[in-house]
Nanobody, 121 residues
Framework: QVQLVESGGGLVRAGGSLRLSCAVS????????IGWYRQAPGKQRELVAD???????NYADSVKGRFTISRDNVKNTLYVYMNSLKPEDTAVYYC???????????????WGQGTQVTVSS
């Protein structure tokens, strides 16, 4: 019953900015970590950034200094602020969360459906 829903994708010009959101719903004890992956045409899915419950972040080298990931632990919502976008950022962006439903159960991975980000030259 855990569901991840992404929003905020779209078309943006190179150098522009975009914010993606991921809302997590369902029976949840904890989410750790939660993050963003992306997949461009003909490419493998790659980690963009993730963040732990305590706020520790991890970024792909290609987005360091341009993207900022954050989370609202009350709303169970994930964000990524994407600045100085480049055409090579064009991809489908997927929200990922490792969820523990109860204090006594193990983790399970969940994925959103993805949202398209297209950066034009």
């Amino acid at each position: 019953q855990v569901q991840l829903v992404e929003s905020g994708g779209g078309l943006v010009r190179a150098g522009g900015s975009l914010r993606l959101s991921c809302a997590v719903s369902g029976s949840i004890f904890s989410i750790n970590p939660i993050g963003w992956y992306r997949q461009a045409p003909g490419k493998q899915r790659e980690l963009v950034a993730d963040i732990t419950r305590g706020g520790s972040t991890n970024y792909a080298d290609s987005v360091k200094g341009r993207f900022t990931i954050s989370r609202d632990n009350v709303k169970n919502t994930l964000y990524v602020y994407m600045n100085s976008l480049k055409p090579e950022d064009t991809a489908v962006y997927y929200c990922y969360a490792r969820v523990r439903k109860t204090i006594s159960t193990g983790n399970r991975d969940y994925w959103g459906q993805g949202t398209q980000v297209t950066v034009s030259s």
